[in-house]
Each structure stands twice: as C-alpha cells, then as structure tokens.
C-alpha cells in the first residue's frame, strides 16, 4: 500500500490529522511523505545553525517539487494534479525553546534566532520549550501528555489550535 492511500484510509476512517515524523534527510521515506502530504511543518530549535537548516530544507523542497514535475512530464500549469506533489510549507515551530534570563520567555540568545528565523520564513508564534518531561514520558512509557506541568499543557494546546487554525477545516 502506499503511504498516500493509507493516508486516505486514514481520513476515511475518522482521523483529521496525521503527523508524519521524518529525519531531516532527503531519503526514501521523507520524499515519500512529502508527496503524500498536504502540508510540511519544520520544527527547529532556536539555535543559530537552525537558520542555516531551514534555509537549505526550504531549498530543497522547492527542488524537489520542480524535479518531481520535470520527471513526471508536468507542468504547474497543466491538467494533471500538480497540487499532489506541493503540500503547502505550513511553517516553522520552534521546540525545545530555553527559558530564563530573567523572564517568562525565551532567553535572549533564543529570541534572536527566533526573530532572525521569523524574518526569513512563516513560523508559528506557539511554540514548545525544552523540558526533561517529555524524556520522563518516554523513560515511564507513557504518551508526553500524561504528567505535564500545567504551562507545558498549554502551550502543547496553542500550538495545536495554531495548527488547525493555519489548515483550515
């Protein structure tokens, strides 16, 4: 079966969302889900080498998508379901954002790379902060969610909402 008819099946059987989690690589399986997609969501963490990352990985995608069209004989302009091979760049999410510094944000280091990120690119404004709770879950084998502080809940929750609010119905 391929992934975009599993994908289908998904969808038929009541889920609205699938989350696909792909190394940052250009192999086999991430080609694949960028075809299958409807969407790509880069999560970055707010580090300088990031902006280099995202860069070539937005590179990248466009390549790909022009090769892609190159080989299959198609054309942006034609007939055929072009919009298959493009899935929309939904933006960036920052993860494992360091907080301190004096404030209830991220530190200064971090937001400058978020705000040098949020120049060049569309991100989310919600975003995941670095926490030794999401290893606990692992460690107990329980999903994240369970046993989270309150703030790390929340913000899970605003990122979701962002999310279903940027693709729609």
């Known amino acids: 079966m391929r992934l975009a008819d599993g994908l289908r099946l998904l969808r038929r059987e009541g889920f609205d969302y699938v989350l696909i989690d792909c190394r940052p690589d250009f192999e086999i399986l991430t080609r694949s889900a960028i075809v299958a997609s409807?969407?790509?969501?880069?999560?970055?963490?707010?580090?300088?080498?990031?902006?280099?990352?995202?860069?070539?990985?937005?590179?990248?995608?466009?390549?790909?998508?022009?090769?892609?069209?190159?080989?299959?004989?198609?054309s942006p302009?034609?007939?055929?379901?072009?919009?298959?091979?493009?899935?929309?760049?939904?933006?960036?999410?920052?993860?494992?954002?360091?907080?301190?510094?004096?404030?209830?944000?991220?530190?200064?280091s971090s937001q400058r790379v978020i705000d040098e990120v949020r120049r060049l690119f569309p991100t989310f404004t919600a975003m995941m902060r670095e926490s030794l709770d999401f290893q606990t879950g692992v460690d107990r084998l329980l999903p994240a969610v369970f046993g989270l502080r309150p703030d790390i809940a929340t913000e899970i929750r605003a990122l979701v909402d962002e999310f279903e609010s940027r693709i729609g119905p």
């Not at 080498?49 to 004989?73: M, P, V």
């Not at 298959?84 to 404030?103: E, K, N, S, W």
Request: charged share 25%; net charge neutral.
């Open 38 to 74: 409807e969407g790509v969501l880069v999560p970055a963490q707010p580090e300088r080498l990031a902006t280099f990352g995202i860069r070539h990985l937005t590179e990248r995608l466009t390549d790909f998508k022009k090769n892609n069209f190159e080989i299959l004989g198609w």
């Open 77 to 108: 302009s034609g007939e055929n379901r072009v919009e298959d091979l493009a899935p929309a760049f939904l933006g960036v999410v920052f993860t494992r954002v360091r907080h301190g510094g004096g404030g209830p944000g991220p530190t200064p």
